[in-house]
């Protein structure tokens, strides 16, 4: 895959001139980290010291961070293990639905090459190749301890501005786009309009579109509406599948 070589804004070139614009950013940063939704992605063993970081002995919701059921109202997306590739679809559909500015955080080590699945032929071996991944927690499996560190480090992150993997998503779309149709086949789409959000944010660049996003519109198929079918009582009898 080759690598597309975009030019980085640090989080110093970001800041805005004005001193009174300056402080309402920082306040705006500062606002946001302290109060972050989260999104328990729970793919793997990892997720199993979660309940631990979340209810009483470490109390994760004393950092102002909350369990979130919907992608549309979360900040953070946390992947807590090994990864399969059908899984990482769910993954990547759910990460798009969520709002901008949002995080991603990397647990375990099976997230950051694969760990002991890593000749798996049905694992993602490096989750950041697939999405920007602001922060992993390494080890097999994390203690509560290293994923409050982690969330204090994201924290840090946000504040000063660094964690900004989601406008790395939109600027380098194209890069991530290739990637994922590597893995899932040419006919791979989300419902999400990535390229007008990246508009929308102004975060496009020469990145954003190319030779993937090119393929992605060629292929692309418009999306039918779900249809639900339900097969109650006499039917399901007359099958002989009653579970009365
Ligand atoms: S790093 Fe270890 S604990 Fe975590 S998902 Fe992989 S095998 Fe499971």
Redesign the pocket.
């Known amino acids: 895959m080759k690598e597309i070589d975009i030019p980085i804004e640090t989080s110093a070139a970001k800041r805005r001139t004005n001193p009174l614009a300056r402080v309402f950013d920082e306040l705006v940063r500062f606002c946001r980290s302290r109060s972050m939704f989260m999104l328990h992605y729970c793919t793997?063993?990892?997720a199993i010291e979660l309940p631990p970081a979340m209810t009483s002995r470490f109390d994760m919701e004393r950092l102002g961070i909350q369990p979130m059921v919907t992608p549309r109202q979360a900040d953070i997306l946390l992947i807590t293990?090994?990864v399969s590739i059908k899984t990482l679809k769910r993954v990547i559909l759910t990460y798009e639905q969520m709002g901008s500015p949002k995080y991603v955080i990397g647990i375990?080590?099976?997230t950051v090459n694969g760990?002991?699945?890593w000749q798996s032929y049905a694992t993602a071996k490096q989750l950041d190749q697939y999405l920007p991944v602001d922060l992993y927690i390494a080890?097999?499996?994390p203690r509560p301890e290293a994923v409050l560190e982690g969330m204090r480090k994201l924290m840090d992150r946000i504040r000063s501005g660094e964690a900004d993997g989601w406008e790395d998503y939109y600027r380098r779309y194209d890069w991530y786009l290739g990637n994922q149709q590597h893995l899932f086949g040419d006919d791979w789409q989300t419902p999400a309009d990535v390229i007008g959000e990246a508009s929308h944010y102004d975060l496009a660049g020469p990145g954003t579109e190319g030779e993937h996003t090119r393929l992605l519109q060629q292929c692309q198929k418009p999306l039918e509406p779900q249809q639900t079918f339900f097969q109650i009582g006499g039917s399901l009898e007359k099958k002989g599948e009653s579970h009365e």
């Open positions: 793997g063993c990892g293990g090994y375990c080590s099976c760990g002991m699945y080890g097999c499996m």
